[in-house]
């Protein structure tokens, strides 16, 4: 089982509409958690944290469940400047101090929106 | 603010020649990382390093090796490129640490360096 997976897409949706992207996380022991945009080859962007009580910023929605152990991001009123990777990002904390704030990204999941 | 810079921005080499992709960071980040991203994958973490003088493997370390001599700089060199070795190239930093429980640092990304080998 990989340790990040989301669905490959692509999601095509008319501009306006509402879309849900799930990711699922294998490591119970993940503390961290973020939503990255990846534009057609250019580098991941932040877009944004996780946190525990959910989450929003704008047109986006971010939840977290830790016991089914999946994130999901959902983005309202579409636009088409969005269509975009989305990338599912989990931080599994060293033990000890200083291990290296690794991150464990998705494969992501393409949106594509569409007049 | 420039953030994390990346030279070159593309580069093609012969199988067996070396290089040296640059990196550096002007946030005063402590942790720095080189990743690759092949066509339609995900990306993984070749090394990262915690501070001046510390590095570390990732989950795809072979044919690399990196340096940290100072806080702003994180090279990553291939000594004998090999076709595998084709992919884009992306640096990150990040704060140390974390900040809270469940607040971790995200990592802020150079704009890649797209390399081929033939």
């Known amino acids: 089982r990989k340790e990040v997976e989301q669905d490959p897409g692509p999601f095509n949706v008319p501009e306006g509409a509402t879309v849900a992207f799930n990711c699922t996380y294998s490591?119970?022991?993940?503390?961290?958690f973020f939503w990255y945009r990846q534009d057609c080859r250019k580098e991941p962007k932040l877009l944004m944290s996780?946190?525990?009580s959910g989450n929003e910023d704008g047109r986006f929605t971010a939840q977290l469940n830790r016991a089914s152990q999946y994130i999901s991001l959902l983005i309202r009123d579409s636009k088409l400047s969005d269509s975009a990777t989305y990338l599912c990002?989990?931080?599994?904390?060293?033990?000890?101090?200083?291990?290296?704030?690794?991150?464990?990204f998705g494969t992501g999941t393409q949106l594509k929106v569409e007049l | 603010n420039a953030g994390v810079t990346q030279t070159p921005k593309f580069r093609i080499l012969k199988i067996g020649q070396s290089m040296t992709l640059q990196c550096t960071q002007d946030?005063?980040?402590?942790?720095m990382y080189w990743y690759r991203q092949d066509p339609g994958m995900g990306l993984k973490l070749i090394y990262y390093s915690v501070g001046a003088g510390i590095t570390d493997k990732g989950e795809v370390p072979n044919g690399y090796n990196v340096s940290r001599s100072t806080t702003e700089d994180f090279p990553l060199r291939l000594e004998l490129a090999a076709p595998s070795q084709t992919s884009v190239y992306f640096c990150?930093?990040?704060?140390?640490?974390?900040?809270?429980?469940?607040?971790?640092?995200?990592?802020?990304f150079g704009d890649g360096t797209r390399l081929s080998i033939l």
């Open positions: 490591n119970s022991a993940s503390q961290s």
């Open positions: 946030m005063n980040h402590n942790y």
């Open positions: 990150a930093s990040s704060y140390t640490g974390i900040r809270s429980p469940g607040r971790g640092s995200p990592q802020h």
């Open positions: 990002v989990v931080n599994l904390l060293p033990r000890i101090t200083g291990g290296g704030n690794k991150l464990t």
């Open positions: 996780v946190y525990s």
